[in-house]
């Protein structure tokens, strides 16, 4: 656990972001056998909604490298690692069997990109609320982050920095 040192930090980061959203003292992070999850945030759904997408960033803060392998909730049927592709002007979604994660590296979950889908909601994505997600790597195991719903329109902190940014 040559890494630890960094995880005061990590865990700053997230109640720094916690209360900037709301007063209260939560951290939507969590780490595990040298992987952090961390600004775990969905996006409020219409109540009849039937999906709805969480995201996050994942480090791996190991020497091996790592897989997201599988994904589950309580207020979802099923939960999938999904990636988000534009071909020919259409965004589509295409399911990912396993999501690797490099030894070292940050990677960032968010609208447009790498995302979990929730299908199959049992409650709604009502904003202020949270709900957990369990995810499963090859390596570190099973880690369970609480996600926070936030505005319809938010955006991670990550897009509003790249915003000029086209690819
Ligand atoms: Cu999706």
């Known amino acids: 656990m040559k890494y630890l040192k960094y995880l005061p930090f990590v865990l700053l980061v997230g109640v720094l972001i ?4 709301s007063d209260l003292f939560v951290s939507h992070a969590a780490e595990k056998n040298g992987m ?4 775990a945030w969905s996006r409020a759904r219409p109540a009849n909604a039937a999906v709805g997408g969480a995201f996050m960033t994942i ?6 490298a790592d897989s997201l392998v599988a994904a589950s909730s309580p207020i979802a049927d099923r939960v999938e690692v999904h ?3 534009m071909k020919d002007g259409v965004m589509s979604m295409m399911h990912m069997e396993k ?5 070292g590296e940050m990677i960032a979950l968010k609208p ?12 709604p994505l009502a904003k202020g609320t949270e709900f957990p997600v369990t995810l499963k790597f090859a390596r570190a195991g099973e880690i369970t982050v609480t996600v926070q719903v936030k505005d319809a329109g938010a955006m991670d902190m990550d897009m509003h920095n790249q915003k000029h940014k086209h690819n």
């Open 59 to 64: 480090h791996n803060m190991e020497s091996e």
């Open 112 to 123: 447009g990109g790498f995302h979990i889908m929730l299908m199959g909601l049992k409650k």
């Open 83 to 85: 990636n988000s592709v």
């Open 18 to 21: 916690a209360n900037a959203e």
């Open 99 to 103: 999501l690797l994660i490099p030894s």
């Open 36 to 39: 952090a999850v961390t600004e």
